[in-house]
């Protein structure tokens, strides 16, 4: 299965929501109220004191901590539009006991300057890559975009996740299915584990693009078809991508433990072959599966 995808920009309307500098300042608001909240006195080396009524450090105590004053701070929270240098926002990073996923976020929403704007286009696969994901059967292996839209899957993939070509071709994306589609919580073990950790990833991919229409577009509809999404995206988790395990849910095959390797693909950086492997056992019956002409796609 490929597929060649072009992303609308998206309208104003009630599933598109505002971009530019005013934006990032909101969202740069949200992300350092939220890593305020999360630390205590003592993890800062600061007394508890008495009568806190915050459940975690004051904003002057972070201002005193990053050695800026507290009224400039106070304005950051409140989402002015600044223009935070690089050693203040690294200063505010140390203070906050940032990772360094979550320090990068910071600086993409802090910087004065506006990262240029990747015009949306028609995503292709090279034939190549094509063939390769389909010759790698029976080891699930698909390939996603610079959107995560899935843009080719072998038949061990859609075995596994779902019949991509069968689904309209604005949903053939990997967050959205996660989300929006109920087969995602019976074919993912741990659904709730897995959806946090995909979001963290996809708002790091985002970040790469802060003015990029189309990103805006499925951002808003996600969060107007998701609860959990829209409860989660606030939150600014940020993760880079790696590789790691899953443990997937078969009807016939049962519970599988898989084992993942992320590429990204020469011609093109924002697109990433993904591809998995499981025990021998398991991979063998998989592959048995596959020769029965068994249909594709989990979702039931």
Same mark, same amino acid.
């Given at each position: 299965m490929t597929a060649t995808r072009q992303h609308p920009d998206g309208g104003p309307g009630p599933a598109t929501h505002a971009t530019g500098r005013g934006a990032r300042a909101r969202e740069l608001a949200d992300l350092l109220r939220s890593r305020r909240d999360r630390l205590q006195p003592a993890d800062v080396g600061l007394p508890a004191g008495h009568r806190r009524r915050t459940s975690g450090l004051r904003r002057e105590e972070v201002a005193q901590l990053a050695g800026v004053s507290a009224t400039y701070y106070t304005f950051l929270e409140q989402g002015r539009d600044l223009r935070p240098s690089w050693e203040v926002l690294e200063a505010i990073a140390r203070a906050l006991r940032l990772s360094p996923a979550e320090r990068a976020h910071l600086h993409?929403?802090?910087?004065?300057?506006?990262?240029?704007?990747?015009?949306?286009?028609?995503e292709t696969l090279p034939l190549a890559v094509v063939a390769l994901v389909d010759h790698l059967d029976p080891y699930p292996t698909y390939v996603t975009g610079r959107y995560w839209d899935v843009l080719a899957a072998n038949r061990a993939a859609r075995l596994l996740w779902t019949d991509w070509p069968a689904l309209p071709p604005e949903n053939r994306n990997m967050v959205w299915w996660t989300f929006t589609d109920p087969a995602a919580?019976?074919? =993912?073990?741990?659904?709730?584990?897995?959806?946090?950790?995909?979001?963290?990833? #996809? /708002?790091? @991919?985002?970040? +790469?693009?802060?003015?990029?229409?189309? =990103?805006?577009?499925?951002?808003?509809?996600?969060?107007?078809?998701?609860?959990? #999404? /829209?409860? @989660?995206?606030? +939150?600014?988790?940020?993760?880079?991508?790696?590789?790691?395990?899953?443990?997937?849910?078969?009807?016939?095959?049962?519970?599988?433990?898989?084992?993942?390797?992320?590429?990204?693909?020469?011609?093109?950086?924002?697109?990433?072959?993904?591809?998995?492997?499981?025990s021998q056992p398991d991979q063998d019956r998989i592959a048995e599966l596959l020769a029965l002409g068994t249909g594709t796609g989990a979702s039931r």
């Open positions: 993409t929403l802090g910087s004065g300057t506006p990262k240029a704007a990747r015009r949306p286009g028609a919580r019976r074919v =993912f073990v741990d659904w709730e584990a897995e959806s946090s950790a995909q979001l963290a990833r #996809f /708002r790091t @991919a985002a970040d +790469r693009f802060p003015d990029d229409p189309s =990103f805006t577009s499925l951002i808003g509809r996600l969060r107007d078809a998701s609860p959990e #999404f /829209r409860a @989660a995206w606030p +939150r600014h988790e940020v993760a880079p991508l790696s590789s790691g395990g899953k443990r997937i849910r078969h009807p016939v095959l049962g519970e599988l433990a898989l084992t993942h390797v992320v590429l990204t693909l020469a011609d093109d950086q924002e697109q990433m072959l993904v591809t998995f492997a499981a």
